[in-house]
């Protein structure tokens, strides 16, 4: 049995030293925002008679269509590329298109999404509401689900427990997206706002389950046979299997998607990969040991 309450110093430690630093890599370097939230145009394009190479297309929409600010991106198969670059019209896109073929030989759209900036700022605006209310939402269903333990912790305590561990679960992939941005002009979107959700439902998931372990234990042992930081230790070794070989098989699956995937959706399963390790980790050894803080400190 892990003694996981008795070391609980090095276990917060850990956390807020990843935490601290999401919040310095946050502020210092950002986010760059995709086009979901500023406008623009995504292009997807597949070359069917010869390979063009990145830098290739990426050096005719600087230097023939004068355009700037374009971000060309490959497939991981290296059969079609990405292009992200500003808002254009219709009659640009087909003009565009046409020059492009007549340069490069025969080519396939498979995909072509242009958003003005006034629906991205609307996105974004969206995007954050819900966030908000996610987190907000979760933390007071916890609190009404665990309204029958008031001893030694009250239940408005386990939703605000929870709370601080999806902030957790949310922030260090946000800061990796960060540095992503900052190394690779890597962009967020509503995909990421997605991937952050996803991971904070599968995270409130494994911490629900210690808690709701730790509500049976105080039932049947009763808080003045055991210690509480005792109880809470045996609750979470009870739990930690299930919570690996949950997030494990999710976890395997993600990397083969990751690796095999598509490269719209690369980042976004990175995400939630990431995420996933970082939720199973704070359930097991962030949120049960802040609950023992939290209980010496009220008496």
Known sequence: M???????????????F???ASIITISVFGFKPGIDFVGGTLWQIKFTEKTVSRDELKAFFYDELALSNVIVTEENSGSSLLVRLQEISEPDHQAYFQ????????????RFEAIGAAVGTELRSKAITAFILVLVGIS???????????????????????????????????????VLGRLLNLEIDTNFIVAI???????VHDTIVVFDRIRENLHSAGFS??????????????TMARS??????LVLVLIAMFVLGSITLKYFILVIL??????????????????????????
């Open 140 to 178: 007071l269903y916890i609190a009404f689900a665990f309204r029958k333990v008031s001893r030694p912790v009250s239940s408005w305590k386990y939703g605000i427990i929870t709370l601080v561990t999806l902030f957790h679960d949310a922030l260090i992939p946000a800061g990796m997206m960060a």
């Open 18 to 20: 990843f935490v601290l």
């Open 244 to 249: 690996i070989n949950t997030s494990l098989t």
């Open 197 to 203: 959700l996803v991971v904070m439902g599968f995270s």
């Open 225 to 238: 046979k055991k210690p509480f930081g005792e109880l809470v230790n045996d609750s979470v070794n009870q």
């Open 2 to 16: 892990i003694n996981i309450i008795g070391h609980k110093r090095i276990f917060l430690s850990i956390s807020g």
């Open 274 to 299: 990431v995420g996933t390790v970082i939720g199973t980790y704070s359930s097991i050894f962030i949120a049960s040991p802040l609950l023992t803080i939290w209980r010496k400190r009220q008496f």
């Open 99 to 110: 020059k492009i073929s007549a340069k490069f030989g025969k080519a396939d759209e498979l």
